[in-house]
Nanobody
Framework: QLQLVESGGGLVQSGGSLRLSCAAS????????IHWFRQAPGKEREGVAC???????LYANSVKGRFTISRDSAKNTVYLQMNTLKSEDTAVYYC???????????????????WGQGTQVTVSS
């Protein structure tokens, strides 16, 4: 059964850091495009970061310079390192895999094929 499992969320003070993990099974992360999305209460889900099959990365303007997406092929895991966290980063964070057109990123969540269950990130001010 294909699964994406996020972990690493939690409560952190403003200015702090967290690293989210997205562990995949029955899907190879370096052969697909892996996205991180987030959804805050009362808001639409938005794309945060993406890493393509070729290793290209894309970030939302709101997180550029603070967040870094990476992957570990040996562990079949994608990470989202989040630094200098702000209260507006509070959301449920989801990883998603797109198995078609894997060499580009898309901020449209309708183009992702598989989703994790999400992990809560709460940043206190």
């Amino acid at each position: 059964q294909l699964q994406l499992v996020e972990s690493g969320g939690g409560l952190v003070q403003s200015g702090g850091s967290l690293r989210l993990s997205c562990a995949a099974s029955r899907l190879t992360v370096d052969q697909n495009a892996i996205h991180w999305f987030r959804q805050a209460p009362g808001k639409e889900r938005e794309g945060v970061a993406c890493i393509t099959r070729g290793g290209g990365v894309l970030y939302a303007n709101s997180v550029k310079g603070r967040f870094t997406i990476s992957r570990d092929s040996a562990k079949n895991t994608v990470y989202l390192q989040m630094n200098t966290l702000k209260s507006e980063d509070t959301a449920v964070y989801y990883c998603a895999a797109r198995i078609r057109n894997t060499h580009y990123c898309s901020t449209d969540d309708r183009e992702s094929d598989y989703w994790g269950q999400g992990t809560q990130v709460t940043v206190s001010s």
